[in-house]
């Protein structure tokens, strides 16, 4: 790799001792003068003590020169004499910058140092603003959501007291809206919000307040291209702006599976820098009618029935899943229904292959021309019908649903769990808390498709259905009773669809991936090395 050339090269202070400080359009690095040959080792990363430090200029905040001290009154003690330049440094800047901590998280540091000249001082502080500036992709002004309900009712505090700071460091303005409602944010995206004045949209709360932000965004999208959301076959126009997630919410698995972790300041971080990390959304249909987005979980059956249950009990706050998910696993109904599909071919792997979805590398995306003519058509008894268009990880789920689901080749994976015994489903959902294969099992079966279908059995014509399994008029009558009368015990005909957390009131539906339809402030989930060592990452 070509060798950057060093745009400054000094000798200044920092906490009273002299480095050696350089930069480049790449990176700022300081090393300890005279530490220097002591410490021949690797570098630790934002330690002083290892003698040697790098940032990434992209990874630079803010500069700002340090206001000089007013100058000691003459107390008639003994003053010190300054007898080196470490002593007699009188001007300073200050770097602001990110650093990384534990678990993916990103935390704002910062390092001040001082210079015996006053022009020295000035001429760091506008060569390092001038990189800055050549960082277009950083956003200049952002429309704020908060939503002050959801979670543990904390989002205006969250960002009052950890996301404003940053954005004011970083002179990002800010535009806030504080929801009075459901939908609030949704509704004023599609109709009110003036969207060329921002550089993204940004929203404080769970991932509820993110599908509302996703859907104003895309919705408006739509309508200022002309684009008729409720047709399958029209292509999507993808979203200008990015959005960025600040997770103040009881579930924020979206953040997670693109940050890898749910901290608002690493959050805030990521949005400052400019990240920015494409993603696949669906569509979701019934018949010719447009029902919802999703990007991360289509579930029907287990996921769809503890979600329904959960909505019974919402007054016991993030406790209802787990009361719900027991609740829902005892009762271990199945669905019969039919399964259609368009599998995803060319370079887009397979579920099971392990490649996980990383930060830095470059998604190989499916077009209509990747996928086969001929539909796969399933029919069967089904515990769950999941479609995960990205892992679904979550720190109860560090793997995910669907570990190896990619943000954005134009893909999901589509998982069948047939009708088992408890035991055998249960071994099924305890591998998503481990690292062993979820998928190897007899009862499971996993697809990368383009589009999907799917028909509760109830709804099948008898082209879709043996006719020999087709029961007989009366009997047809007394399921329908059955359905509309639960006393008598039966088992429930059907379930619900849960997308991204909300019920479906529709069990029939089309679905179809939309490749790259969005973008966040984000990355993905960066490769652990980095974290373990980002000297060496800085020096890349």
């Known amino acids: 790799m070509e060798k950057q050339s060093r745009l400054l090269c000094s000798e200044l202070c920092v906490q009273r001792r002299l480095y050696e400080v350089t930069l480049n359009c790449a990176i ?23 003698g040697s430090h790098c940032v990434p200029v992209c990874e630079i905040l803010a500069v700002q020169e340090k206001e000089e001290e007013s100058p000691c009154k003459d107390t008639g ?46 001429l760091w502080v506008q060569t390092i603003r001038e990189q800055l500036a050549l960082l277009t992709n950083r956003p200049k002004s952002l429309l704020v959501y908060i ?7 904390r989002g205006k505090q969250i960002y009052d007291h950890k996301v404003a700071p940053i954005f004011s460091r970083a002179s990002i303005s800010t535009d806030v809206i504080v929801t009075e409602r459901a939908n609030h944010a949704r509704d004023h995206l599609k109709t009110e919000a003036d969207l060329k004045k921002y550089d993204g949209v940004v929203c404080v709360g769970g991932d509820g307040m993110f599908s509302e932000i996703m859907h104003g965004l895309v919705s408006r999208t739509q309508q200022e291209a002309g684009v008729d959301e409720n047709s399958m076959e029209d292509t999507l126009t993808p979203c200008g702006l990015r959005i960025g997630i600040i ?8 953040c997670y599976a693109t940050v890898g972790s749910n901290d608002p300041v690493t959050s805030a971080l990521h949005i400052v820098v400019g990240d920015s990390q494409p993603m696949d959304v669906c569509s979701v249909h019934n018949e010719d009618r447009f029902l919802r987005y999703s990007v991360s ?31 829902t696993f005892l009762t271990h109904h199945y669905y019969e229904g039919t399964v259609s599909f368009l599998p995803a071919e060319g370079d887009v792997g397979t579920p099971r292959d392990n490649m996980q979805c990383r930060s830095g590398k470059n998604e190989d995306s499916v077009s209509d021309a990747d996928c086969q003519d001929a539909w796969t058509v399933i029919r069967g008894k089904f515990l769950a019908i999941n479609a995960a268009s990205m892992s679904c990880a979550c720190p109860r789920s560090p793997k995910g649903l669907s570990p190896s689901a990619h ?27 481990n690292k062993d294969d979820q998928f190897d099992h007899s009862f499971v079966e996993v697809y990368r498709v383009k589009q999907f279908r799917f028909t509760p059995r109830y709804q099948e014509c008898d082209s879709e259905v043996d006719l020999r399994e087709s029961a007989a ?12 009368h639960r006393a008598c015990g039966c088992i429930p005909s059907q379930s619900n669809w849960n997308c991204d957390g ?39």
């Open 28 to 50: 700022l690095a300081w090393k300890d003068i005279q530490n220097a040959k002591k410490h021949t080792g690797r570098a630790i990363y934002g330690a002083v003590k290892a």
């Open 77 to 122: 003690k003994w003053q010190k004499v300054p007898q080196s330049p470490v002593d007699s440094c009188q001007h300073a800047f200050t770097v602001f910058y990110v650093e990384r901590t534990r678990q993916h998280c990103w935390r704002c540091s910062n390092v001040t140092f001082d210079c015996s000249e006053h022009s020295l001082c000035l």
């Open 147 to 153: 939503n002050p309900y959801g979670g543990k009712q």
């Open 247 to 254: 997770p103040a919410g009881s579930t924020d698995c979206i």
């Open 297 to 327: 979980l289509l579930g029907y059956g287990f996921y769809g029935d503890v979600l329904t249950d959960s909505e019974r009990k919402r007054w016991m706050g993030p406790a209802r899943y787990d009361i719900s998910g027991v609740k």
């Open 407 to 433: 943000l954005a080749n134009g893909t999901t994976d589509l998982i069948l769990v047939r009708k088992c015994s408890r035991i055998d489903f249960l071994r099924h959902l305890l591998r998503h808390t």
């Open 473 to 484: 008029t009366g009997k047809q009558f007394l399921s329908q009773i059955c359905r509309e």
């Open 502 to 540: 909300e019920i479906l009131p529709h069990t029939a539906i089309q679905v179809r991936v939309h490749c790259q339809l969005i973008k966040l402030f984000a990355r993905g989930i960066e490769e652990q090395s980095v974290f373990e060592d980002p000297y060496a990452h800085c020096a890349i």
